[in-house]
């Protein structure tokens, strides 16, 4: 009776809040002048409503936000606070709609971009591969690349005034460094804002084979993070995945006698393409069940409960 009781709710939860495309429409009008943006939104972000009821259905205000920053060149610290806020008023969302999640990650990408395209040290690259490198090994290769730039063109600099030279030298090394680290702190802002919305994820269980479809949507969008150097590490893309695969899995459990069986055959034929990028990634400690390991159990447990349901088999 619980899973049932469960079942419902989320129904509830997700067809009375649904995504409403034309909900920001009319404040997006009355926004055009952007100087008055974040003061249009602060009264309706700082209600318990807007945290509990608008936000785990509807990210249009992150994405306004977002999208005001880079476009009017705010600083990162700017992001860094937007996303911030966020993360925390997500903490007292006791779900998010994974429709909306997915509808977020659509742009997000794109939007964050220009926060990740190291202006400073563009100027010093000279290895496109470099983008997608480690910090370390990016700064070690522009520092370098300063040093021979600054000692190869400015040598007579050098010698007329080595320590003014030297002090040169070290403000351009420092503003490279300080590129890196804040780029750093927009990175993990933003893994821990979507470690809180997947962590908080639920499915409309009526849309039963379209709940796959959506989670295979967002792990492609993860790893879209990836791809703009918004993650540079493969595992924290993993970790991300993880914890998306756990919450679907949870869910597969929850409403396993209330799915069909073209919900457990759909899902099986996508695992046996081999071709999904939710298992894609070289599993990243061997202690632990694989991701793939454990979505094949959880679908062999939720598709036996579901046919003994069925069946009006009782566990005894």
Same mark, same amino acid.
């Given at each position: $009776?619980? +899973?049932?009781f469960?079942?419902?709710l989320l129904v509830?939860?997700?067809?009375?809040?649904?995504i409403?495309?034309?909900?920001?429409?009319g #404040?997006?009008a009355?926004?055009?002048?952007?100087?008055?943006?974040?003061?249009?939104?602060?009264?309706?972000?700082?209600?318990p409503?807007?945290r509990?009821?608008?936000?785990?259905?509807?990210?249009?205000?992150?994405s306004?936000?977002?999208?005001?920053?880079?476009?009017t060149?705010?600083p990162?610290?700017?992001?860094r606070s937007?996303v #911030?806020?966020f993360?925390?008023?997500?903490?007292?969302?006791?779900?998010v709609?994974?429709?909306?999640?997915?509808?977020?990650?659509e742009t997000l990408?794109?939007?964050?971009?220009p926060y990740?395209?190291l202006?400073?040290?563009?100027?010093?690259?000279?290895?496109?591969?470099?983008?997608?490198a480690?910090f370390?090994?990016r700064?070690?290769s522009t520092?370098n690349t300063?040093l021979?730039?600054?000692?190869?063109t400015?040598?007579?600099?050098f010698?007329?005034d080595?320590d003014?030279?030297?002090?040169?030298?070290s403000a351009?090394?420092?503003?490279?460094?300080?590129?890196?680290?804040?780029q750093?702190?927009?990175?993990?802002?933003?893994?821990?804002?979507?470690?809180?919305a997947?962590s908080?994820?639920?499915?409309?269980?009526?849309?039963?084979e379209?709940t796959w479809?959506?989670?295979k #949507?967002?792990?492609?969008?993860?790893a879209t993070?990836l791809e703009?150097?918004?993650l540079?590490?493969t595992?924290d893309?993993d970790?991300? +995945?993880?914890?998306l695969?756990?919450?679907?899995?949870?869910?597969i459990e929850?409403?396993?006698t209330? $799915?069909?069986?073209?919900?457990?055959k759909?899902?099986r034929h996508d695992?046996?393409?081999?071709?999904l990028?939710?298992f894609?990634l070289k599993?990243?400690?061997?202690?632990?069940?694989?991701?793939?390991s454990y979505?094949?159990r959880?679908?062999?447990?939720?598709e036996?409960a579901?046919?003994?349901?069925?069946?009006g088999?009782?566990?005894?």
């Amino acid at each position: $009776m619980m +899973h049932r009781f469960i079942t419902l709710l989320l129904v509830t939860t997700l067809s009375s809040h649904s995504i409403n495309a034309h909900a920001f429409q009319g #404040k997006d009008a009355a926004l055009q002048n952007q100087d008055h943006l974040i003061i249009s939104l602060q009264k309706e972000l700082r209600t318990p409503h807007y945290r509990k009821e608008i936000l785990p259905n509807d990210f249009s205000s992150l994405s306004l936000l977002v999208t005001f920053g880079t476009s009017t060149n705010q600083p990162p610290a700017y992001l860094r606070s937007i996303v #911030k806020l966020f993360s925390n008023m997500l903490k007292s969302s006791h779900y998010v709609n994974a429709a909306a999640f997915s509808h977020l990650l659509e742009t997000l990408p794109a939007d964050l971009a220009p926060y990740f395209s190291l202006p400073a040290s563009r100027e010093y690259i000279t290895n496109s591969a470099l983008y997608d490198a480690t910090f370390v090994d990016r700064f070690k290769s522009t520092v370098n690349t300063v040093l021979y730039s600054k000692f190869s063109t400015e040598y007579e600099s050098f010698r007329q005034d080595p320590d003014l030279f030297l002090k040169k030298i070290s403000a351009n090394i420092v503003t490279l460094a300080q590129e890196e680290i804040v780029q750093e702190q927009l990175r993990q802002g933003i893994i821990r804002l979507c470690e809180i919305a997947l962590s908080k994820l639920i499915w409309d269980p009526a849309q039963q084979e379209e709940t796959w479809l959506i989670t295979k #949507k967002i792990s492609e969008q993860l790893a879209t993070l990836l791809e703009h150097n918004i993650l540079d590490d493969t595992n924290d893309l993993d970790d991300l +995945h993880w914890t998306l695969l756990n919450r679907y899995c949870y869910f597969i459990e929850l409403t396993a006698t209330d $799915m069909p069986e073209t919900f457990y055959k759909t899902i099986r034929h996508d695992i046996r393409s081999n071709n999904l990028v939710l298992f894609a990634l070289k599993e990243q400690d061997y202690m632990v069940e694989p991701k793939l390991s454990y979505m094949q159990r959880t679908l062999l447990e939720a598709e036996t409960a579901s046919y003994r349901h069925r069946a009006g088999i009782t566990q005894q």
